[in-house]
């Protein structure tokens, strides 16, 4: 890996990630969920707070806090990434936040469907996309902006889709979106707009700089690529043993070791993990759990012989698609979706 | 500064800082005041954990948290901060955690005093230190350890020294220590001992890794050097305006804006914060409040009226003892207590 630059650092000592050893909790404790902001964290006074829905619909609505809370309210364990995760492994790399592997958390959102708001709106003929707009407001490429991404109609209208007030059973938390943030299970986090304080139905495809320059599969400036949109799956491991301070790797002792981790995907259910001792040679089935919900990541645990010597684990996810992790990674210009494998160096002692 | 190595990143996007945003909140939020940890986060079982107090003492106890819960309690207001925060202001710089400036927040931090646990163990005739030894455990400049640091028995005294159960109303984070954790006001970080599993009562100076290699202000490795002690001064302000994303660079509105930030010391009360909009080459007094306690931060504010080009914003505290934050780091070997003033540049348009 090449030098972090300035810039970058100023990005990874804001945005921090979800420690590995935290994959040992079903639901990410507060403070441990990964953060990707990219502007600043808005401090919101809830009192006054509106909820603005607007845009091709019947009637334009204006909803406090206490009205949103007043709706129906479903609460879903969601497994939710950065699709940056894995951004310094490509090389050359693209200059943003620069995520090893640890950008990553589950929680349990709690929240109205966004279906009912829409339909109590009236969804108007034509409508083809929903825009969904923060508080948080920046320049990024030049480009001054609120933080905005949309979202097509028909998976706006998932009902798993949700305006979530409370995470983890608490009021969300101000680097979590305060008062009100969206919740689209399955998809990368950039979907998922913070500190919303506008809907707006359009009857146009949206092309908002999150989606026309940032956001994109593509090898080269002058290509549209393709959108991000639904999380690849991936598999992580608890690193095992002791850490060196600096190096962060590993020191375990001898004898049977029970690895454990946690596997998902947005595509659809993991249905195999895989872990190897031999730095990806050979691979062996390790024991699938369940999940809290068919969005939340999937326990899985390795019963590991570990002899005397240098190792490097790995594991790998496959999911319902057939799609498996690669062991290595493939290339993009802006960093996202590398989900080549976990590597991690151990000295068995 | 030159490029932040793999090793750093490593613990940049592990430990992470508070965004200076937070500065807006007197009491920092779950999951936004900083973390340097050294090892991995213990999963502790709180059944099954049990507090030791021996050493030189009368007897020895075995303390459960109902125990500790159960005991006399103290809320209490304070700012930590990270002994190696401002560390990449340093050149050459020390490979370690590599803050910027964000290593701070306050809290508040519900517990027992220390002294009263320590009486009732009967400290013995010939006590001049008492050991904190941590649940946690790793590798650091090839010592295996549990992360232990000593206080001198008359600082261990003092009785705004507590055992530290909770933090902002609720339970500790696992992430923060839990169950229990050492609070030493007025004390860099790495005094603050997490996961606590013993107190020992020593009656000779402990020379742990912690005291003789690492948390020492020198020149060289083989001088003995001075250790970190209590926090210096230091006054930050909340990044003013709207930030660019990769650069985090500043864009305000002409006209009247009013900067806000905090500053603290552990050596004494906050006594005069000076803003400069011009790099540091003039000052005037900001506005100063007063603290939540007297190991709080203090909140400052200044009305800027901003003029059209491009600034830079510092802030600079002065604390009873008359040691002012200056415009330049000081070296040291390890990168600790750089506290030179911070620079934000800012385009007003």
């Keep these: 890996?090449?030098?972090?630059?300035?810039?970058?650092?100023?990005?990874?000592?804001?945005?921090?990630g979800m420690p590995l050893e935290a994959l040992a909790y079903d639901v990410t404790p507060a403070g441990l969920h990964y953060l990707l902001i990219h502007y600043d964290i808005p401090a919101v006074d809830a009192a006054s707070w509106r909820?603005?829905?607007?845009?091709?619909?019947?009637?334009?609505?204006?909803?406090s806090l206490p009205d949103v809370r007043a709706r129906p309210e479903v609460t879903l364990p969601v497994t939710l990434e950065c699709a940056?995760?894995?951004?310094?492994?490509?090389?050359?790399?693209?200059?943003?936040?620069?995520?090893?592997?640890?950008?990553?958390?589950?929680?349990?959102?709690?929240?109205?469907p966004l279906r009912g708001v829409l339909e109590e709106a009236g969804i108007a003929d034509g409508a083809v996309e929903v825009l969904f707009t923060g508080l948080d407001r920046g320049v990024e490429g030049e480009v001054e902006q609120p933080y905005e991404r949309s979202l097509p109609l028909e998976e706006a209208l998932r009902e798993e889709v949700l305006l979530a007030h409370s995470m983890n059973g608490r009021p969300l938390l101000p680097q979590h979106g305060f008062p009100l943030r969206l919740v689209v299970p399955g998809w990368y986090g950039m979907t998922h707009v913070k500190w919303l304080r506008a809907i707006a139905v359009l009857t146009e495809h949206f092309e908002g700089y999150q989606h026309s320059r940032?956001?994109?599969?593509?090898?080269?400036?002058?290509e549209p690529g393709e959108p991000v949109t639904l999380i690849r799956p991936r598999s992580?491991?608890?690193?095992?043993?002791?850490?060196?301070f600096l190096?962060?790797?590993?020191?375990?002792?001898?004898?049977?070791?029970v690895l454990r981790g946690r596997a998902w995907s947005g595509l659809g259910a993991v249905v195999r993990v895989e872990v190897s001792a031999d730095g990806g040679?050979?691979?062996?089935?390790?024991?699938?759990?369940?999940?809290?919900?068919r969005f939340a990541w999937y326990p899985?645990?390795?019963?590991?012989?570990?002899?005397?010597?240098?190792?490097?684990?790995?594991?790998?996810?496959?999911?319902?698609?057939?799609?498996t992790q690669a062991l290595g990674p493939s290339w993009n210009l802006g960093g996202y979706t590398n989900t080549a494998v976990q590597r991690i160096a151990v000295t068995v002692r």
């Excluded at 992580?236 to 060196?244: E, K």
């Excluded at 645990?301 to 996810?317: I, K, Q, S, V, Y």
């Design 214 to 222: 940032s956001y994109r599969i593509r090898q080269t400036e002058d």
């Design 281 to 293: 040679r050979s691979w062996t089935d390790a024991e699938l759990g369940s999940a809290a919900s």
């Design 236 to 244: 992580l491991m608890m690193p095992p043993g002791i850490p060196d």
């Design 51 to 63: 909820l603005s829905v607007g845009g091709a619909v019947g009637r334009q609505l204006s909803l």
């Design 1 to 16: 890996m090449d030098g972090i630059s300035l810039e970058e650092l100023q990005l990874a000592t804001r945005n921090h």
């Design 84 to 112: 940056g995760n894995g951004r310094t492994g490509l090389e050359p790399r693209a200059v943003s936040q620069p995520w090893i592997l640890e950008a990553v958390g589950t929680a349990e959102w709690t929240g109205t």
């Design 247 to 257: 190096t962060r790797k590993r020191f375990v002792d001898a004898g049977e070791v």
């Design 300 to 323: 899985w645990r390795f019963l590991w012989n570990a002899t005397p010597g240098e190792h490097e684990l790995c594991c790998r996810a496959t999911d319902s698609t057939g799609e």
